[in-house]
T-cell receptor, first 111, second 115 residues
Framework: SQQGEEDPQALSIQEGENATMNCSYK?????LQWYRQNSGRGLVHLIL?????REKHSGRLRVTLDTSKKSSSLLITASRAADTASYFC???????????FGKGTSLLVTP | NAGVTQTPKFQVLKTGQSMTLQCAQD?????MSWYRQDPGMGLRLIHY???????DQGEVPNGYNVSRSTTEDFPLRLLSAAPSQTSVYFC??????????????FGPGTRLTVL
């Protein structure tokens, strides 16, 4: 079953603005990951945050994790048109083998 | 490294036909998985493998078979295609062996249409 649920389903912003996407999940996890998918392409790993971490940065990306609320957020700062894509959160849900993906947030960044 | 490769990129089948979607990785990863992606549904796990000779079912395994005879290859077989199997199929691999799911590396996908 799908573990994560992203919110909002779609987000439209202008270049230079920040984009925030949220993910909620249901059961305990070892880690949570965020992936990006450009239209018609495969998924690309962005960042992994472990259950004992609260915040992680990678370039213009900032991910937070609140295990007490079973939620995570992905912040993209100073968005660019090239950031236009779908963003998925994924959890391992203790399986250790594969990921459970949410339905994704579709981000549109307009010039 | 080529990473994860998938063939074909596109395929059209008639109901009842069978075919094999190919997946290969050159990163010596232990774990490999197959997902399908349908509009509005995200990715759902079909089958996965934790090493050569070891496979198991995911969330939506019906109508699909897999085998893992080598570390590199993980083909997905559609036994008798149905329109409900129209989807985009992604193969992924990860190093494995850590007790939790590590970063997954995805192939470019196969877009399958069943008429």
């Amino acid at each position: 079953s799908q573990q994560g649920e992203e919110d909002p389903q779609a987000l439209s912003i202008q270049e230079g603005e920040n984009a925030t996407m949220n993910c909620s999940y249901k059961t305990s996890i070892n880690n949570l990951q965020w992936y990006r998918q450009n239209s018609g392409r495969g998924l690309v790993h962005l960042i992994l945050i472990r259950s004992n971490e609260r915040e992680k940065h990678s370039g213009r990306l900032r991910v937070t994790l609140d295990t007490s609320k079973k939620s995570s957020s992905l912040l993209i700062t100073a968005s660019r048109a090239a950031d236009t894509a779908s963003y998925f959160c994924a959890t391992d849900a203790n399986s250790g083998y594969a990921l459970n993906f949410g339905k994704g947030t579709s981000l549109l960044v307009t010039p | 490294n080529a990473g994860v490769t998938q063939t074909p990129k596109f395929q059209v089948l008639k109901t009842g036909q069978s075919m094999t979607l190919q997946c290969a990785q050159d990163m010596n990863h232990e774990y490999m998985s197959w997902y399908r992606q349908d509009p509005g549904m995200g990715l759902r796990l079909i089958h996965y493998s934790v090493g050569a000779g070891i496979t198991d079912q995911g969330e939506v395994p019906n109508g699909y078979n897999v085998s893992r005879s080598t570390t590199e290859d993980f083909p997905l077989r559609l036994l008798s295609a149905a329109p409900s199997q129209t989807s985009v199929y992604f193969c992924a691999s990860s190093p494995g062996g850590q007790g939790f799911t590590d970063t997954q590396y995805f192939g470019p996908g196969t877009r399958l249409t069943v008429l």
